[in-house]
């Protein structure tokens, strides 16, 4: 096992990174000033690296491992550490899985015991899968009903195309039937391995305390997992127009954005803030406060290893909404041509240094961003670092951003509602 690599961070936070000898990498932040303890186990893997024929697959795994491994039934799982005032959940998204507990710090070995036997040791039975395909067929008929989701999924697949960052993360509900023990388990086994696994922890935690347990606990097979399909950026104007007879139009635009370990990505973060952020944002203040289109309205950011989205979202009568897709991009060639004043970024940029440093107050933000920092870069970077870098942002930088990725030729839109193709005009 390799000397861990020690960096002091802010309020005392002391961060800690070994690699044991299979490739199981283990990070930790220590916070001296709380009990409790955020752990995680996170596998570099998401819907973005399944063929199409196994879409749903990750985030059918990650259903399963709480269904039953050889020492503890579903029930079992369950109350393990909720009996101990502790909590245990999962997510899947694109590009990764994650298991997380969360509990006090003299339950460490209980939390430990429990995340390596289900992320390890399931057992995948027919009869617990056959099960979970209905509880998993019943989230994709909940998320299709719901169309602030729904369109989400939409704007991916005309955004991506056929690239598997395209796909849904539940999957469609005629895979979900169809995937059999053995597909699951091969699959498994071929992306939950050593090299592609990071522990981490945030909060009262003795990082060697760690490292002996997760060495003594955890047996994922060795060797290199198969990488995910490198992304593709779009090319030219794409647009969906999806009839759904309800109340309200629900669009998402997007264009090509930035990697999470790009150089701009703190100018797009700033651009972000300033457009569709918060409440005091640009899009907020126009489309819903001066003109009460719409109730929702916001822009977001989505960071992959190697692209990225930046998004619009907007809902409104399906009379408005060309209204209000007319106000955005209004918006958005603005701000291509404009610099923003030096007092207006710096504005944006406390309220962003703000937002982060009161979310990092939580042992678990802290716990996802050394893990995710360890995923998308095999490194770590400090809160103070990364404070001090946004205050460097320069209004020359947010406009150049926004003139690189805010580009129309390479936009793409999608509306879910009461609406044809040809009802949504691209203003020139």
Not at 167 to 182: D, F, H, Q, S
Not at 183 to 202: F, G, K, L, N, W
Not at 289 to 310: N, Q
Request: charged share 25%.
């Amino acid at each position: 096992m390799a000397t861990p690599k020690t960096r002091r961070g802010r309020s005392g936070g002391l961060f800690r990174k070994s690699e044991l000898s299979n490739g199981l990498r283990i990070v930790t932040e220590t916070i001296p000033s709380v009990r409790s303890i955020s752990l995680g186990v996170w596998a570099d893997v998401g819907s973005r690296f399944e063929a199409a024929n196994e879409n749903g697959m990750t985030h059918f795994i990650e259903h399963m491992l709480f269904k039953g491994t050889k020492r503890r039934n579903a029930r079992e799982i369950a109350a393990s550490l909720e009996n101990l005032g502790g909590s245990l959940n999962a997510f899947t998204s694109r590009e990764q899985t994650c298991y997380t507990a969360r509990i006090l710090d003299e339950h460490l070995t209980d939390a430990i015991d429990v995340l390596a036997d289900i992320t390890c040791h399931a057992t995948f039975t027919p009869t617990n899968m056959n099960r979970e395909r209905l509880v998993i067929v019943e989230e994709i008929k909940e998320s299709h009903d719901n169309p602030s989701d729904r369109v989400h999924d939409l704007f991916a697949e005309t955004f991506w195309g056929g690239h598997p960052l395209g796909r849904p993360i539940l999957g469609p509900a005629e895979n979900i039937v169809a995937i059999t023990r053995k597909q699951m388990r091969d699959y498994y086994e071929t992306h939950y391995r050593t090299p592609s696994v990071v522990i981490a922890a945030a909060g009262s935690i003795d990082h060697e305390a760690l490292v002996s347990l997760v060495n003594e606990h955890f047996a994922f097979p060795e060797g290199p997992a198969p990488p995910a399909q490198p992304a593709k950026q779009i090319s030219g104007r794409r647009e969906t127009i999806a009839s759904l007879d309800n109340q309200q139009a629900h669009l998402c635009l997007g264009f090509p954005g930035v990697a999470y370990d790009s150089r701009d990505r703190l100018p797009a973060l700033v651009l972000n803030a300033h457009l569709g952020g918060g409440m005091s944002s640009v899009l907020f203040q126009k489309v819903r406060e001066e003109k009460g289109l719409a109730y929702s309205v916001y822009t977001y950011l989505d960071f992959y290893r190697d692209s990225g989205i930046f998004g619009a979202y907007v809902a409104a009568d399906a009379d408005r909404i060309q209204q209000a897709y007319d106000i955005v991009l209004k918006e958005l060639r603005k701000v291509r041509r404009r610099k923003l004043s030096v007092d207006h970024i710096e504005k944006v940029k406390a309220q962003i240094k703000g937002q982060l440093t009161i979310g990092l107050e939580s042992t678990a933000s802290r716990m996802s961003r050394i893990a995710r920092m360890e995923l998308m870069m095999r490194s770590y970077q400090p809160i103070t670092k990364t404070l001090s870098e946004i205050d460097k942002v320069t209004s020359e930088q947010v406009r150049d951003v926004a003139e690189r990725i805010l580009d129309e030729d390479h936009i793409a839109v999608t509306v879910l509602g009461p609406m044809t193709p040809g009802d949504l005009n691209h203003p020139e």
